[in-house]
């Protein structure tokens, strides 16, 4: 069995050494490691370290990893520009950061292993980055900005270790608050999208994609990248400007609590390029109902005007009581508040917003214009925690960013299952039609039999319509190089097309017609059906290449199609989707005793219920489960409990069918990148007994087997022996744990499946 990779040795390491001693890299390295206050060890070359930082030359680079591996060391970052360290990688059983990479630092461990330029400051952002320049700026950005970081990892050229391992470690990682993301390439579509997932569940993450449209021109890839990391949950921008800003916004505001923005401001003039920007930018203004008017102004000097709210120049302090109050109103979503320079009442008029932006239950932007003044204002904003904005512009933008991070949220929690229609009229001739075309050697069906597949999926061929009959739009799948099969929908049909990725429900499809223009609710409709029939389609004929669909017609009969054509892969060849679906199939009915149980993958709106079942079960279980006294599971912690991705973990739950109530929960957490998996379970007392936990036990290792998951593990508190007991029936083999008496490990090994 190979040996487990401990990414805490790369990323969180005891001890260091730096490898290439005679290159100005190594010099940098290790001025930046005794600089930075590194609590672990700095070991000299040929003594194993938990991490090694490798700065000799590229031809010198495999022979010193693999003299690393041969003394036992574990990790290695390569700054140089070193070929193949995946095959590297392989042969020497090390995990390796690079080619090209920056370095790792950890400020809040002291540990700065990197190139940078300059020391590096502790807080809360996680930046991950294949550039090093990009880094440096990042960095060099930070400090006058108040801002710091939890850790730097330079990805570099993704040789090995790639950004879904890093992304693991991070969603894990409570110092980081939020990840910026540098990202040219991915490696593993799957493992990407499921670790961003993963971190974004709890924390924001944005990214940005230096030379995309370098790359190609047409702007096609970087709209399916960011319609790919949107379902993933997070914020693609474009341009190092808006990645700064940003992060700016996001590390100091928390999230929104609807999509209206309300201004509280002491100027007139520019409240209203605030309200300006806004609605250009689609943002809605927070109108506040009569009552919240009626209170507002019976207790302060506020002059209502649309989307507006004038606090007045003569009490400085007015601006922050005004927002204070409007941020208690429920429709009010987050409260930009906008400072003119007045004078001598400045100061105490930041001092006042300070203190409701820390009590503010929404976010509280703020901006401050000048500069004479005004930065000042800004710095003791930002030192705060809150974010400051020079102009009404960006400050207006920053709302943007914390609702473009909502929506891509929102749409990661969406799961959409494998089988969306239930109605496909006729799924054989489909199939038999795909079937045949390749069993002739041909790469593409004729148009006939294109529009005959497309009617399988309830898109029937249509007849050209009278001038203003019906609207028109065009549809195109291809398969991207990075994330696969994309949907391009455009309305009219020469327009510039949005995208997203199958799978698709009515939700996220009607949110791609919304979002290429469609706004009256009947052609959306119309369009979001002729969408789910699209994306059914990818997911039941994985030998699809690419689509076309010139002129799809939309009307309040439903959607039609008057010319298509599909090309197909070489006969063999199957599309992997990005995202996989929900696996409903996988769900299954299981009886005992008289009662009947339905045993199913969890789902994110389990969440009421599976808290519910948390509430039921004794304290003492739960000891037993959590290794504490826990009380009640916390709104982030069930987040993530509910919310899984299940690329690389899974929890059946048991919903008991007379009151529909969740009974047991069986969980197993995949490592990336290896054969291992950890398992929990949880079964509330009257639903122990009787078969319900092994019942759970033999699906979790079912799954596991189908999955190529080798071994699985359980830590078990060693007073608790009924475990111990079932784990033993169940075939496990338990043993000690050397650095803690109390915890024993139960491990099994799986047979694979045939």
Known sequence: ????????????????????????????????????????????????????????????????????????????????????????????????????????????????????????????????????????????????????????????????????????????????????????????????????????????VVALRPGGRLLDPSGRSDAVFEAALSRAGVLPVRGLEAFLAAAETLSRSRPLRGEAMAVVTNAIGPGRLAADAALQAGIRLAILPQGAQAGLTASLPADLIYGLIYAGSAAPTDVASIAAMVSAVPEVGGVLVLLSPTGAGDAAAIESVIAAGHTAKLPLLTCVMGETSGAGHRRRLAEAGLPAFATPEQAVQGFAHLLRDRHARQAARELPPSRVLEDVADHFTSHARIEAALAAGRMAL????????????????????????????????????????????????????????????????????????????????????????????????????????????????????????????????????????YPEQLSAMWSHGGEDFLIRPIRPEDAAAHGAFVARVPPEDLRYRFFSALRQVAPEQMARLTQIDYEREMAFIAVRQRDQATVGVARLVR??????????????????????????????IGWAASQGIGVIAGQVLADNQKMLGFMRRMGFTIRRLPEDADIVEATLTVAPRV
């Open 1 to 204: 069995m190979t040996q487990r990779f401990i990414i805490e040795r790369l990323l969180a390491p005891r001890s260091v050494s730096v490898i290439g001693a005679a290159t100005p890299e190594a010099a940098r390295v290790m001025a930046n490691l005794q600089a930075g206050g590194f609590r672990g060890e700095i070991l000299p070359e040929g003594q194993a370290p938990d991490l090694a930082v490798i700065t000799s030359l590229p031809s010198q680079v495999p022979a010193d990893l693999r003299a690393l591996a041969a003394i036992g060391g574990a990790t290695a970052v390569v700054t140089s520009q070193a070929p193949d360290l995946g095959a590297l990688a392989r042969e020497t059983g090390l995990r390796i950061l690079g080619p090209s990479s920056f370095g790792v630092a950890a400020p809040l461990l002291g540990l700065n292993a990197s190139l940078s330029h300059m020391a590096l400051p502790p807080g809360h952002i996680a930046l991950v980055t294949q550039s090093a320049s990009l880094a440096r700026a990042v960095v060099d950005w930070a400090g006058p900005n108040g801002v710091g970081f939890s850790h730097v990892v330079g990805i570099g050229g993704n040789g090995d270790v790639g950004f879904a391992l890093v992304l693991d470690y991070l969603s894990r990682d409570p110092d980081t608050r939020l990840i910026l993301l540098d990202i040219r390439h991915v490696r593993n579509r799957r493992a990407f999208i499921s670790a961003a997932r993963a971190a974004s569940r709890l924390r924001p």
């Open 446 to 581: 004729t148009r006939s039999e294109s529009l005959e597949v497309l009617a399988c999926y309830g898109l029937p061929f249509g007849t050209d319509a009278p001038e203003g009959a019906a609207v028109w739009a065009r549809v195109q799948v291809h398969d991207d190089a990075i994330f696969g099969p994309a949907i391009g929908f455009s309305s009219p049909p020469d327009s510039v097309a949005c995208y997203d990725l199958p799978p698709l429900n009515l939700p996220l499809a009607l949110a791609l017609a919304r979002k290429a223009g469609l706004h009256e609710t009947a052609d959306a409709d119309a369009a979001a059906q002729a969408l789910v029939r699209i994306s059914q389609l990818l997911i039941d004929a994985p030998q699809i290449d690419q689509l076309g669909i010139d002129r799809l017609r939309l009307s309040p009969g439903g959607p039609s199609v008057l010319d298509a054509a599909i090309w197909l892969r070489p006969e063999g060849g199957r599309a992997m989707l990005a995202i996989p679906p």
């Open 671 to 700: 490592e990336l990148d290896a054969g291992h998996g950890e398992f929990a379970i949880l079964v509330q007392p009257d639903c122990k007994g009787g078969g319900l936990a092994r019942h759970l036990m033999e699906r979790l």
